[in-house]
């Protein structure tokens, strides 16, 4: 059968094109977290306001993700603090 031809979309097209779309610009402007190691573990954040980070345990998360999906009032923009 025909093979398909891969094509590179390169960062300088990415930048053109974003002259005259607001999506491929947002995509452009965050094309960098492809191209290198993101580690978000918070120890920038602890170092500049103490290790006072709030933190929800991964099980109780899912708990309030779920419960709020199922939620009636999901989209209202309401949201409750715990």
């Known amino acids: 059968g025909d093979s398909e031809k891969?094509?590179?979309?390169?960062?300088?097209?990415?930048?053109?094109a974003g002259t005259f779309n607001a999506e491929?610009?947002?995509?452009?402007e965050m094309a960098y977290l492809f191209e290198t190691p993101v580690v978000l573990g918070g120890s920038r954040y602890d170092s500049l306001v103490g290790e006072s980070r709030p933190t929800t345990p991964y099980p109780e998360g899912i708990r309030r993700t779920v419960a709020w999906f199922r939620s009636p009032s999901r989209g209202s923009g309401t949201t409750t603090r715990h």
């Open 6 to 16: 891969l094509s590179i979309f390169g960062r300088g097209a990415w930048r053109v």
């Open 24 to 28: 491929i610009r947002g995509a452009y």
